[in-house]
């Protein structure tokens, strides 16, 4: 496969940006393939985290039943009924524990050196094993953010829909999946194919001047 670099993406990438939307009406007879979703996910796990912990973890929810315990949970919003999935993201507070694992697998790529790992494997765990709840529940939400953006884009490069959802009852979503103490909730996002008749209303955004200051804020 070739490197970004190599490729003539930005064309494919701003279509991609500007075409997603949030999709609330799907076509129910759409299943994606569970290959697919794991491409989607593994590509989106390519998104930024901090010191590299990848804290994210996710829930996939594609089979009738559990879409039928979901329904009521996410204010029975009826995307989580008719789109293929609904993938629950998780921020893992003791997701920084596998920085080891994960320098150690850098180093056998040869994309980081051995002493170099071992230095920074050490002194992540001594960072993170001593940070309060509160900064690694911000953190776990800020990696889960972006792991979250780029799923909803991989999808749509593929030709699939999605929409992000906060709405849901996050105490009844931990009851009824079993959610353990260490995996907070970061959202829900439907997966699909948006029904022919309705696919996402567009939406304005402020103007870019409103929301930009240089150098000192207005
Ligand atoms: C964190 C978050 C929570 C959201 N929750 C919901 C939701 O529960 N239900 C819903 O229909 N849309 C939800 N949305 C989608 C927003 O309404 C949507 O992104 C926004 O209106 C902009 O439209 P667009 O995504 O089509 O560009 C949510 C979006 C975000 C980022």
Not at 135 to 142: A, F, H, P
Not at 196 to 216: C, F, H, K, M, Y
């Amino acid at each position: 496969m070739s490197t970004v670099q190599e490729q003539s993406v930005a064309a494919d990438y701003s279509a991609v940006v500007r075409e997603r939307r949030s999709v609330r009406h799907y076509d129910p007879s759409v299943q994606i393939p569970e290959s697919v979703l794991t491409e989607i996910l593994e590509e989106a796990s390519l998104a930024p985290s901090s010191s590299n912990t990848q804290s994210w973890r996710f829930l996939v929810i594609n089979d009738e039943a559990a879409k039928q315990r979901l329904h009521p949970i996410a204010n029975s919003q009826k995307q989580v009924l008719t789109a293929s999935a609904t993938i629950v993201v998780l921020g893992d507070l003791d997701g920084y524990k596998e920085i080891g694992r994960i320098n150690e697998e850098s180093v056998r790529r040869g994309y980081m050196p051995a002493d170099f790992a071992k230095q920074f494997t050490e002194n992540s765990l001594r960072l993170y094993s001593g940070l309060p709840a509160e900064k690694m529940k911000s953190i776990v939400q800020i990696d889960g953010g972006l792991v979250s953006m780029q799923l909803m884009l991989s999808a749509k490069a593929r030709g699939y829909d999605t929409v992000p959802m906060g709405g849901y009852d996050e105490q009844k979503l931990i009851e009824e999946f079993r959610i353990p103490k260490n995996l907070v909730p970061i959202m829900l996002i439907s997966v699909g194919k948006a029904a022919a008749d309705a696919p996402g209303r567009l939406t304005a955004r402020l103007p870019i001047q409103d929301i930009v200051s240089w150098n000192e804020l207005k």
